[in-house]
Each structure stands twice: as structure tokens, then as C-alpha cells.
């Protein structure tokens, strides 16, 4: 269900209407900016939002996004460490 | 792609996948006695198979595809509806492509174009709204389907409509929420689920406090999640890791996207425009209380079924769901997809019988789809 | 091209279709001028030295193409009809030679836009060496066709001693594709303008006759080659992969997609897999001499964007398989139906 992606907006095209043109990795379209209408509207331009059926539906939080992938890091140094741990240990019993 | 790219790392996953194990491994969950996680949103669904996330997580962590795939759940009495609506000569329909194909009684939307109805398929209700200014002699329709991700698209629509004052624009409303749905499969006595993956559309419009149910009053832990393959396995790893300690809270995975409270502006498009049917049909799952939203009066010339006599509007149809039909059993977790009698034999993406096969993202679809042409090797 | 011009109509009536002086005109001055037959008569009269070769062998196949827009970014529907042709026989190691076109024109359409089609087919069938050598107009009524349908057929010789055939892949075997996918699909999607997408893409529409030579001549063991049109990628494997009951494994990493495909592709909810192509094809070459036919594909601009993508096993026959990008695995089927954009 819902399919959404982010796109970034990157021009007015109607102040009235609402709609801006957003770019999905080359790809552009028309979208209907009200959801994210938080702020003067030119100051949306270059924000990431995610779009769902030509309206642009939330905007993306760039530092939460930093957080999320800050933590898959960690987690994936710990795996390391901890694996890089059994394969000493490993070898240490293979040696003994 | 930004965004998108770096929640596929590989070396990520497989740090995600070792933990997932070894949580899965303290909780005891093994092949015969697994722990099983219903992911609600078909958009998940599609995802673990098309990123083989189904093979790759510890044997003991069973997923169990949701009711979230609102054209699986579409009853066929409104895809009679639909094509009813379209096959008069005044109307132009329009419609988003995942519709086209969904059998009704008589026949699909796609059979109902091929005998001359004039059937649109568009990307947005955006591209209807355009239609109608266009085509002021015809009447277009859109078909408003989708849970509360999709619901705002067609709200702001609607209040478009009535600014311009187009009044050849209308709706037929379908739209359905994903609350009420999931307390029905939390009160059904068959139920086997330990925890959820929560919708990150959805979500994003509603807000995480709907789901305070689950966990609160069902003792369930719910994590929302975003679409990503690391999404989902980290969704998958915080799901076990409630189940370890015990806890069972809503939490949020996809925060970059989901507000806590949802979006307002959404919400108040949501509010302004539709109010809750006091019941809705579901395929595979029979009618469930408030389970649907249909057209304020206010709004009453944008609604195709006042305009057009159809729907709850000219008094609710039940059409049976066909004979040996199990859809109801594999959504609720009883079974898999492969042990229903008529998967892969009366039942097919081709010639699909039930409400599972016939989105890509339903559940028995996609075990066909990506598990191979009998989906065995998904079931093995 | 300074051919006789009588005539004086914009667009195509039904009275182009009738057999008499005016289709004469509409033939003479938009068709001949630019295919230049050789003869007046009925038929083609065809010799080449290839065919008295023994053991030659004559490659025929057919194909009618319909596409909206009739021109759209990098062809028309004359490019499409020749090099779909052309490649039909190149994937089978057969040298085009000649080609029939039969146009069946709806009442209305604009002539220039005849000229212009024609004119991009006699263009790429230079490009690709093959000659126009027999054809067929028809006019029917408005809303009987859209705007312009043409059919080719197409004759190429197969040397002495070439067979490339599904059937002779072995396992072991490296699929190659000689550049993008979903090109020409996501391309077409983005011009017909109902989903208000714009792109800069345009279609990877060629003719691979020189291509398959050049790869034929570096790897003479190349088993079989299909191009992936309709279906995309998928179709053409699954249809090797049945014929040669042996499994395709392939790599996601290793798919060459550009950004707005896959930009397209997450939109709409699409595979790539599926997108069609015009102008590339999968070859399956024994694994020695895998790196000599991606050297030759690459050397040319149809095949620049060469690379290996996967290859034929013993296990799982009939069956594609693709490792997803962190190691998942996943099966990759025949389409059912088209694909359709979607929401959910």
C-alpha cells in the first residue's frame, strides 16, 4: 500500500494552486505542496518530501534520517567487532 | 538516490540479520515454533520479497502479510460499482493502474475499457481534477481508493474541486483505514500474531498515538517502518527486541518521515471532507465497524455515489466471496498462502479468485510472483 | 530530395488509399523517393553472393509495430520498425540484407509526418545495411487505425556453419548485455504525457547487426542472443531459460539502469526488469571467451555500456533467479499481463 518516494522539490509553479515541480533521480512532475506548506513557499524549494500520487506528503527530516543510519552504523561496527571477536577466539582454540 | 540508497547497505543488513538472530535465539523462535510478525502495509509486503528479505531473516521469525493492500481488500461488489459508473456514456473514469485488473462479478475494469468504457488510468487525482476542467461536457470520476496515505490526495481534490467550482468532478469514495481492521485481527480468536510492522505512509499522515491500542490494550508491540530493506530489518530487530524485554510499545523506525502526530494539514483535509461509514466491507475479511470514510453532505456534488445512485448510497450489496476461498485464514496468520486448496490451481495472478492474488502486493501474489511459479519454495 | 512533388495534399485522405493517381503521388512522392526501389515491378528480385554459399542459410521474420507517440526522444515508429526487424534476425547470427515495410495510415494523419517516419527509416536502414526493397500503403478510415501502423519482414543470411540457438547454452555460460535497461520503455511511458512525467531519457532504439557480428567474430562459441523488447529482460530470459531447461542466475548489482529508469521505475511502481528495450540484447557467450565478446561489444557504440549480468546453471531449470543487492535471492518471472503503474 502507499507507495512513496523522495523527491526533491525544486521549483514553484503555482502559488495559488499550490504545486511545485518535484525531481525523483532525473524524473520530474508536477505535485501539490499544501501538506507541507509550513513555511513561506519559496522556502521549500530544494526540501526533500516524500510523494505519494503527485502530492507531496511529508517532508523529510534530515537529521532523523542522519540519526537512523548513525545507529545501523554502530550497530554494524559492534557486528563487526563482535565477529572479528569469534574468529579470534576460533582461531585461538584451532591453534590450541 | 538520496534517501533511498543508503538504507540498502549490505554491510548494514548483515549486521541488522546477525542481531535478528541472536534475539530470535534468546526468545527460543524456531522454524516449528516461530515468532510471527504481521507487517499491515502491502507496500512492506512487496518489499520483503522483492529484496529476498523473507530468506535472508533467522528461521524463527515467521512474517505474516497484513490486511494493508486496499485493492486486495476491495470487494467485488464495488469493482461491480465501478464498472457501472464507467460504462455510462456521459463518464470518463479514472482510475490509479493497481484497480484495472481487480475481477468483479461481471468483469474488471480493464474488460469493461476493452467493451468501450471510457477508463483512464492517471498517477494522481491531480490528473483527474485536470480532466475535468478539460472535458467540461463529461463527467469525470475518480476512483478514490487507498488507506489514510491516500485519503488526503483525494480530500485536497475534492476541496480543489469546490474552490474552481467544477461540477463535473466528482469521487467515488473507497478510501478505508488501517485501526479498525487490525482490532478486528487482534479479537479474532485464531489470531497467532506476536507484533506488528507498522505502516510509514500511513503513519505519516496519521500520526503513531492510532496504534496506542495495540500495545496498550492487546499487549502487542507495534513498530512503525519505513520501506527500505534496512527499514524493515531494523523494524523487525526492535519488534524482537520488545518481545525479549517484554515491552510492548508503538515505536518509530521512520522517524525522518512520521511525525509523532501525524500531519495536520492532511488531517484537517481528511476531516473537512469525509466522515466514517458506520460500517465498510472488506474483502476476505467480511464488514468491519467504521472501517471506511464516505462524503460529507457539504461535499455532496463531488460524490459519485449521490450523483450516480451507487454504493451504500443505493443500499449496501453483498456479493459472496467464491467457494473455497481462504483469504480470510491466511491474513489472520492461520495459514500460508501455499496451503490454501486453490492457490496455484482455480486461483492464479492471471485468473485470480481471491482478494490475496490479485495486487502484486497481496500476500498470495507475491509468494507466486517471487516464490516461483507454484511459490513452493517460499512455503518449503 | 528532389523527387517529383504532385503532391499538394497536408494529410492523408481515404482517396490515397484507392489505387489510383493520388496514392500513386502519395507513393511515389513520399515512399519511393526516399526507399529508392530498384524495380517497377510487384516484387523484390533479390540476389546476393552469401546466398550460394553451401550450407548458407536464409533468416525471415516479421513484425508489426503500434506505438503512441508515433515519434517520441531518439526514434519514431520507422526506427523502431527497422531495427526491431533488423535485430529479430541479428540475435539469430543472420546478416540482414533485405526488408519489406507495409503502412497501414489512418485517414487524417499529416503527410510531413509521413516523410519524416519514412525518412528515419531509410536513414537507420542505411545505418544498419539492410535495403527497403518491397512495400504496401493502405488508408483506412479515422479511429479504424491510430495514426500509423507499419510492418516489417525481414530476410538476413545465416553463414555456413553458424547456429545460435537457447538450446545450446550450457552451464557455465555469462549473459552479457551490451548496455542499458528500460530505456525505450520508461522513455515511451514519459512521452505519451498521461502521468505529467518529464524526463531527458530518451530511447535506446538501434539496429545490433553490427554488434552481433562484431561480438559473433570474437566469440565464435556465443551460444544464443535474444533482444530484450517486450517484457523487458525478464521475458528474454525466462524464454532462454525454458528453452534451454537450464536455471539464469543473475546479479541486481550488476544491472545497468540509469538513474531515471530507476527514478521512473520507483514512481510508478514498475520492474525495469519488465521495460521494454529496442536496442539491446543478452547474449550468452562460453565463460573463456566472456571477456572477448564484452572487449567487442564495447568497442562499439551500441555496445559501450557492455556487461556481464549473470549466467546460465544447472539448477533450478526454467527458472530466472536474481541475487537482490545484499544477498537476498529472489525468482524473477514472466509477466502477467502488462505492468501497470501503481499506487500501492
Request: glycine share 10%; with cysteine; aromatic share 6%.
Amino acid at each position: 500500500m502507499c507507495l512513496g518516494i523522495p523527491g526533491r522539490i525544486v521549483a514553484i509553479t503555482d502559488e495559488t494552486r499550490m504545486t511545485a515541480l518535484a525531481e525523483v533521480s532525473g524524473v520530474r512532475r508536477e505535485v501539490n505542496i499544501a501538506c507541507v506548506l509550513d513555511r513561506p513557499i519559496a522556502a521549500l524549494v530544494g526540501e526533500w518530501a516524500l510523494i505519494h500520487v503527485g502530492f507531496a506528503m511529508a517532508l523529510i527530516d534530515a537529521d532523523e534520517a542522519a540519526r537512523t543510519l548513525d545507529a545501523l552504523r554502530d550497530l554494524g561496527e559492534a557486528q563487526e567487532a563482535l565477529e572479528a571477536m569469534a574468529e579470534g577466539q576460533k582461531a585461538l582454540e584451532g591453534g590450541a | 538516490m538520496k534517501y533511498a540508497t543508503e538504507f540498502r547497505d549490505p554491510k548494514a543488513a548483515r549486521a541488522l540479520l546477525a542481531r535478528i538472530a541472536q534475539v530470535a535465539d534468546a526468545i527460543g523462535a524456531t522454524r516449528e515454533k516461530p515468532v510471527h510478525i504481521m507487517e499491515i502495509c502491502g507496500g512492506h509486503t512487496h518489499a520483503i520479497f522483492r529484496f529476498g528479505l523473507d530468506k535472508l531473516v533467522h528461521e524463527g521469525v515467521e512474517f505474516i502479510h497484513g490486511p494493508g493492500c486496499p485493492v486486495c481488500v476491495l470487494p467485488m461488489s464495488r469493482v461491480d460499482e465501478c464498472v457501472e459508473i464507467a460504462e455510462r456514456p456521459e463518464v470518463i473514469f479514472t482510475t490509479f493502474g493497481d484497480a484495472m485488473r481487480v475481477p468483479g462479478t461481471r468483469k474488471s475494469l480493464m474488460q469493461a475499457k476493452a467493451e468501450g468504457a471510457d477508463i483512464r488510468m492517471v498517477y494522481s487525482p491531480l490528473d483527474a481534477l485536470e480532466l475535468a476542467r478539460r472535458n467540461p461536457g463529461r463527467e469525470v470520476v475518480f476512483f478514490g481508493l487507498g488507506f489514510e496515505t491516500t485519503t488526503p490526495s483525494t480530500a485536497l481534490s475534492i476541496q480543489q474541486a469546490a474552490r474552481e467550482n467544477l461540477p463535473n468532478f466528482s469521487v467515488f469514495c473507497n478510501h478505508i483505514t488501517v485501526p479498525e481492521p487490525i482490532r478486528a485481527l487482534l479479537d479474532d480468536p485464531h489470531m497467532v500474531l506476536d507484533g506488528f510492522i507498522g505502516p510509514g505512509h500511513v503513519s505519516m499522515v496519521i500520526g503513531t498515538h492510532p496504534y496506542d491500542f495495540i500495545a496498550q490494550d492487546y499487549g502487542k508491540p507495534i513498530v512503525v517502518a519505513g520501506f527500505e530493506p534496512l527499514d524493515l530489518l531494523q523494524s523487525v530487530l526492535m519488534v524482537l527486541d520488545q518481545i525479549h524485554q517484554r515491552r510492548a510499545e508503538v515505536e518509530n523506525q521512520y522517524a525522518r518521515v512520521v511525525p509523532e502526530h501525524g500531519n495536520p494539514v492532511s488531517l484537517a483535509a481528511i476531516a473537512d471532507v469525509y466522515e466514517r461509514r458506520p460500517s465498510f466491507e472488506w474483502r476476505g475479511l467480511g464488514e468491519i465497524d467504521a472501517s471506511g470514510l464516505r462524503i460529507r453532505a457539504k461535499y455532496a456534488a463531488f460524490d459519485a455515489e449521490e450523483k450516480f445512485g451507487v454504493g451504500y448510497a443505493a443500499g449496501p450489496r453483498h456479493v459472496p466471496e467464491p467457494e473455497g476461498c481462504a483469504c480470510g485464514a491466511v491474513m489472520t496468520g492461520r495459514i500460508r498462502p501455499t496451503a490454501c486448496p486453490q492457490f496455484g490451481q482455480g486461483c492464479t495472478p492471471d485468473m485470480p479468485l481471491g482478494a490475496l492474488m490479485v495486487s502484486s502486493e497481496g500476500a498470495c501474489a507475491a509468494y507466486w510472483q517471487y516464490g516461483g511459479a507454484r511459490g513452493r519454495e517460499a512455503a518449503e | 530530395m528532389n523527387a517529383p512533388r504532385r503532391l499538394r495534399d497536408t494529410r492523408v485522405t481515404l482517396s490515397h488509399g484507392g489505387g489510383g493517381r493520388a496514392m500513386r503521388d502519395l507513393i511515389d512522392s513520399v515512399f519511393a523517393t526516399a526507399f529508392q526501389p530498384q524495380t517497377a515491378e510487384d516484387q523484390a528480385r533479390l540476389s546476393h553472393p552469401a546466398l550460394s554459399d553451401p550450407g548458407a542459410r536464409l533468416a525471415l521474420t516479421t513484425d508489426s509495430f503500434v506505438v503512441t507517440p508515433l515519434e517520441f526522444p531518439g526514434g519514431d515508429i520507422g526506427k523502431l520498425a527497422i531495427c526491431g526487424t533488423v535485430n529479430d534476425l541479428a540475435v539469430g547470427g543472420a546478416r540482414p540484407l533485405w526488408l519489406s515495410a507495409a503502412f497501414i495510415i489512418e485517414e487524417g494523419t499529416e503527410i510531413d509526418l509521413l516523410r519524416r517516419i519514412v525518412a528515419t527509416m531509410a536513414q537507420e536502414a542505411a545505418r544498419a545495411g539492410v535495403q527497403i526493397v518491397t512495400g504496401d500503403t493502405k488508408v483506412v478510415g479515422r479511429g479504424a487505425a491510430d495514426g500509423l501502423f507499419v510492418t516489417t519482414t525481414g530476410v538476413g543470411v545465416i553463414p555456413p556453419g553458424r547456429n545460435l540457438a537457447a538450446d545450446l547454452i550450457r552451464p557455465g555460460d555469462v549473459a552479457i548485455v551490451n548496455g542499458v535497461l528500460g530505456d525505450h520503455g520508461a522513455t515511451i511511458l514519459a512521452a505519451r504525457g498521461d502521468l505529467a512525467l518529464s524526463t531527458d531519457l530518451v530511447s535506446d532504439c538501434q539496429s545490433l547487426g553490427h554488434l552481433m557480428e562484431a561480438v559473433i567474430a570474437a566469440a565464435p562459441g556465443t551460444r544464443a542472443a535474444r533482444d530484450a523488447t517486450r517484457g523487458g529482460l525478464a521475458s528474454a530470459l525466462n524464454e532462454m531459460a525454458a528453452a534451454a531447461a537450464l536455471g539464469i542466475e543473475i546479479d541486481e548489482d550488476a544491472l545497468p539502469l540509469r538513474d531515471e529508469v530507476r527514478g521512473m521505475c520507483e514512481i510508478l511502481g514498475l520492474d525495469p526488469l519488465y521495460l521494454a528495450n529496442e536496442g539491446t540484447l543478452v547474449a550468452f557467450v562460453p565463460e573463456a571467451q566472456a571477456p572477448a565478446a564484452l572487449a567487442a561489444m564495447r568497442a562499439r557504440p551500441e555496445g559501450r555500456g557492455a556487461v556481464a549480468i549473470g549466467r546460465a546453471v544447472a539448477a533450478h531449470p526454467g527458472q530466472v533467479r536474481m541475487r537482490t543487492v545484499f544477498g537476498g535471492s529472489r525468482i524473477v518471472d514472466m509477466l502477467v499481463g502488462e505492468q501497470l503503474p501503481r499506487i500501492c
